[in-house]
């Protein structure tokens, strides 16, 4: 197989398309198309929560794939590798190969594409912008980061006060497992937080919450996005959110941060995050 051959549909249902993505080396990842109709809507891959070791219930659509097709996007959902027996760099590497087969396949390509991820699913989202900045081969319209794990030093007061209770340990040994090796956390790529080249990165639209444990990881991170040149926007969604956990399910219809993700998602898309 190679990376301009057709992805393989091999279930269709109300809840989207599972597809089969080949990477070129003989790999297959599986992923789940939500289609938009609009033929010149935007396709975004779409990298789950989970601290790195688990995924959303299978055919379930979550409430950040909801999000990004109600926005007007069509959406393609990466089941990449889990850590511990994949860690680092397996998930982002998967994610960069899909796009790229994504973007020359005629079937699902768009003028515009995406990168979009929650908690563990943002720390690859910003591994894989910058690994598209990096080898040139496709372009990224932005980049959309939902409380995204960034820095693996768990140090900051929003984290701090998670530790109350079992969030602060899940974090821990998410990261552990994930980038098992002090080289692998010190990798741009795995810890963007710690990154030193920041420019020349498509456009950022990053979430949080006043209730969010990678609150100020995020907001930090959006500050280094903007001393470094790139169009980046920051919200902060009403409280509750239940983050990060409310990224795994389907969030309630009238969950207060939806409206406002939701509407932040179609400036985005129709251009005018920035205006």
């Given amino acids: 197989m190679n990376n301009s051959s057709p992805s393989r549909v091999i279930d269709a249902s109300p809840s989207g398309v599972e597809l089969r993505i080949p990477d070129g080396a003989g790999i297959v990842h599986l992923a789940r198309w939500y289609p938009h109709p609009a033929t010149d809507a935007p396709l975004v891959l779409h990298l789950h929560a989970g601290g790195f070791v688990s995924a959303p219930a299978a055919g379930r659509m979550t409430a950040i794939e909801r999000l990004l097709v109600q926005a007007g996007a069509s959406v393609v959902s990466l089941q990449y590798p889990l850590a511990p027996a994949h860690p680092f760099p397996h998930a982002l590497c998967a994610a960069y190969t899909s796009m790229l087969h ?36 496709l372009p990224l319209a932005g980049q959309i980061l939902f409380s995204p794990m960034l820095n693996p030093l768990l140090a900051t007061d929003s984290q701090r006060r998670a530790k109350a ?14 980038a098992p090796r002090p080289s692998d956390a010190s990798h741009p790529y795995a810890a963007p937080a710690d990154a030193v080249r920041l420019d020349g990165l ?10 969010d444990p990678l609150r100020d990881e995020t907001r930090a991170y959006s500050q280094r996005l903007i001393a470094h040149g790139t169009h980046t926007q920051l919200l902060s969604l009403p409280s509750p959110t239940n983050f990060p956990a409310a990224y795994m399910h389907e969030a309630p219809a009238q969950a207060p941060w939806t409206a406002v993700a939701l509407d ?12």
């Fill in 102 to 137: 994504l973007y020359r396949e005629p079937t699902y390509a768009r003028k515009k594409t995406y990168v979009a991820g929650a908690e563990a699913g943002g720390n690859i989202a910003a591994g894989l912008a910058m690994m598209v900045r990096d080898r040139n081969e």
């Fill in 165 to 178: 209770g079992t969030a602060g340990c899940r974090f821990v040994e998410a990261w552990r497992r994930y």
């Fill in 202 to 211: 498509a456009q950022a639209l990053l979430f949080t919450s006043d209730d």
């Fill in 264 to 275: 932040s998602l179609r400036r985005l898309f129709a251009g005018t995050a920035h205006s």
